[in-house]
């Protein structure tokens, strides 16, 4: 069995998105699998992940941009604590990613990265990989 991983992911805006591919391969290295998938999941309601782009940076502050534009903070949210624009905002990009795992390493595409996406930063948060042989 192959415990799972948890990494620390620090945001230093209210709408940040960070990579965190090198942090994932990394985990996966450490579980040992050669064969099988990895799940990443954010257990936030607030913040999410997203496979994107990982070449060109203006990709991410278009997808966030984008993400503002369809869940404004000042909307007539019926959510009480300021945030709901980050709810929606997770709810359209999602908590979790399955990733296959091919001879040990991610296999991802060419410009592909993982992206945390927080949503009601700045925080602290977590990020659990979990490897499963197969």
């Not at 903070?73 to 929606?88: I, L, T």
């Not at 991802?108 to 602290?124: K, T, V």
Request: hydrophobic share 35%; proline share 4%; glycine share 10%.
């Amino acid at each position: 069995m192959h415990e799972p991983v948890s990494i620390s992911v620090r945001s230093t805006r209210r709408i940040q998105t960070l990579g965190i591919t090198a942090q994932v391969r990394d985990a996966v290295t450490r579980s040992g699998v050669r064969e099988g998938i990895c799940v990443v999941f954010v257990p936030h309601t607030t913040a999410g992940l997203t496979l994107n782009e990982n070449a060109d940076p203006d990709v991410v502050v278009d997808v966030e941009g984008a993400l503002s534009r369809l869940a404004p903070v000042s909307a007539p949210y019926r959510h009480a604590e300021g945030n709901s624009d980050s709810h929606v905002k997770t709810s359209l990009v999602g908590s979790s990613l399955t990733l296959i795992v091919h001879r040990g390493a991610l296999v991802l595409g060419g410009w592909q990265g993982i992206h945390f996406c927080e949503f009601d930063g700045p925080r602290s948060r977590t990020v659990h990989v979990k490897c499963v042989e197969g």
